[in-house]
Protein backbone atom coordinates (compact mmCIF):
# COMPACT_ATOMS: atom_id res chain seq x y z
CA UNK A 1 0.00 0.00 0.00
CA UNK A 2 1.27 3.56 -1.00
CA UNK A 3 1.34 6.19 1.22
CA UNK A 4 -0.97 9.25 -0.69
CA UNK A 5 0.02 13.09 0.21
CA UNK A 6 -2.22 16.13 -0.32
CA UNK A 7 -0.31 18.44 -2.50
CA UNK A 8 -1.12 20.64 -4.82
CA UNK A 9 -0.96 19.69 -8.33
CA UNK A 10 1.28 20.77 -11.27
CA UNK A 11 -0.52 18.92 -13.76
CA UNK A 12 -4.10 19.41 -13.12
CA UNK A 13 -3.53 23.10 -12.24
CA UNK A 14 -5.73 25.45 -13.08
CA UNK A 15 -5.76 28.46 -10.75
CA UNK A 16 -3.43 27.13 -7.77
CA UNK A 17 -3.39 23.87 -8.07
CA UNK A 18 -5.75 23.14 -5.04
CA UNK A 19 -8.58 21.58 -6.97
CA UNK A 20 -6.25 19.72 -9.10
CA UNK A 21 -4.42 18.05 -6.16
CA UNK A 22 -7.68 17.32 -3.90
CA UNK A 23 -8.56 15.35 -7.28
CA UNK A 24 -5.65 13.08 -7.32
CA UNK A 25 -5.63 12.68 -3.83
CA UNK A 26 -8.47 11.41 -3.97
CA UNK A 27 -8.28 9.66 -7.28
CA UNK A 28 -11.44 11.48 -9.07
CA UNK A 29 -11.36 13.75 -12.44
CA UNK A 30 -9.92 16.98 -11.41
CA UNK A 31 -12.90 18.62 -13.59
CA UNK A 32 -15.77 17.30 -11.23
CA UNK A 33 -13.40 18.66 -8.17
CA UNK A 34 -13.84 22.01 -9.75
CA UNK A 35 -17.86 22.18 -10.64
CA UNK A 36 -18.37 21.26 -7.17
CA UNK A 37 -15.93 24.17 -6.07
CA UNK A 38 -17.72 26.54 -8.42
CA UNK A 39 -21.72 24.98 -7.82
CA UNK A 40 -20.64 25.41 -4.03
CA UNK A 41 -19.13 28.97 -3.79
CA UNK A 42 -22.04 30.18 -5.47
CA UNK A 43 -24.09 29.64 -2.58
CA UNK A 44 -21.41 29.78 0.32
CA UNK A 45 -21.25 33.92 0.27
CA UNK A 46 -17.54 33.70 -0.14
CA UNK A 47 -17.25 30.49 2.75
CA UNK A 48 -15.47 28.40 -0.52
CA UNK A 49 -13.51 31.16 -1.34
CA UNK A 50 -11.85 31.44 1.88
CA UNK A 51 -11.73 27.93 2.22
CA UNK A 52 -9.69 27.93 -1.14
CA UNK A 53 -6.63 30.50 0.00
CA UNK A 54 -6.68 28.60 3.63
CA UNK A 55 -5.88 25.52 1.22
CA UNK A 56 -3.47 27.78 -1.38
CA UNK A 57 -1.52 28.54 1.58
CA UNK A 58 -1.41 25.11 3.77
CA UNK A 59 -0.83 22.55 1.11
CA UNK A 60 2.60 21.93 -0.40
CA UNK A 61 3.29 22.63 -4.19
CA UNK A 62 4.05 18.95 -5.70
CA UNK A 63 7.26 20.09 -7.19
CA UNK A 64 8.94 22.71 -5.08
CA UNK A 65 7.45 21.34 -1.28
CA UNK A 66 6.52 25.63 -0.49
CA UNK A 67 3.36 26.38 0.44
CA UNK A 68 1.63 29.23 -0.72
CA UNK A 69 2.37 31.00 2.71
CA UNK A 70 6.16 30.22 2.14
CA UNK A 71 6.03 31.85 -1.35
CA UNK A 72 4.54 34.44 0.20
CA UNK A 73 6.83 34.91 2.74
CA UNK A 74 9.83 34.73 0.22
CA UNK A 75 8.41 37.23 -2.32
CA UNK A 76 7.63 39.91 1.39
CA UNK A 77 11.17 39.07 2.21
CA UNK A 78 12.96 40.22 -1.00
CA UNK A 79 10.93 43.48 -0.75
CA UNK A 80 11.70 44.04 2.57
CA UNK A 81 15.30 43.75 2.14
CA UNK A 82 15.29 45.96 -0.89
CA UNK A 83 13.26 48.51 1.45
CA UNK A 84 15.90 48.42 4.25
CA UNK A 85 18.66 48.41 1.78
CA UNK A 86 17.41 51.70 0.40
CA UNK A 87 16.43 53.26 3.79
CA UNK A 88 20.04 51.91 5.17
CA UNK A 89 21.61 53.87 2.30
CA UNK A 90 23.18 50.69 1.31
CA UNK A 91 22.90 49.67 -2.41
CA UNK A 92 20.35 51.83 -4.44
CA UNK A 93 17.15 50.08 -5.56
CA UNK A 94 17.30 49.35 -9.40
CA UNK A 95 14.54 47.31 -9.36
CA UNK A 96 14.82 44.20 -11.83
CA UNK A 97 17.82 45.39 -12.84
CA UNK A 98 19.43 44.11 -9.74
CA UNK A 99 19.19 40.25 -10.87
CA UNK A 100 18.40 40.46 -14.35
CA UNK A 101 21.12 41.77 -17.13
CA UNK A 102 20.21 43.23 -20.67
CA UNK A 103 23.53 41.92 -22.03
Same mark, same amino acid.
Given at each position: ???????????????????? !???? @??????????????????????????? @???????????GSGQTGADQLYDRYGDYQRRRDARQ? !? !????? !?????????
Amino acid at each position: MTTRKLVRSRDHRVIAGVCG !GIAE @YFDIDPTIVRVVTAALGLFSLGAVCAA @YVIAWLAIPDQGSGQTGADQLYDRYGDYQRRRDARQS !G !GEPDN !GPADTFSAD
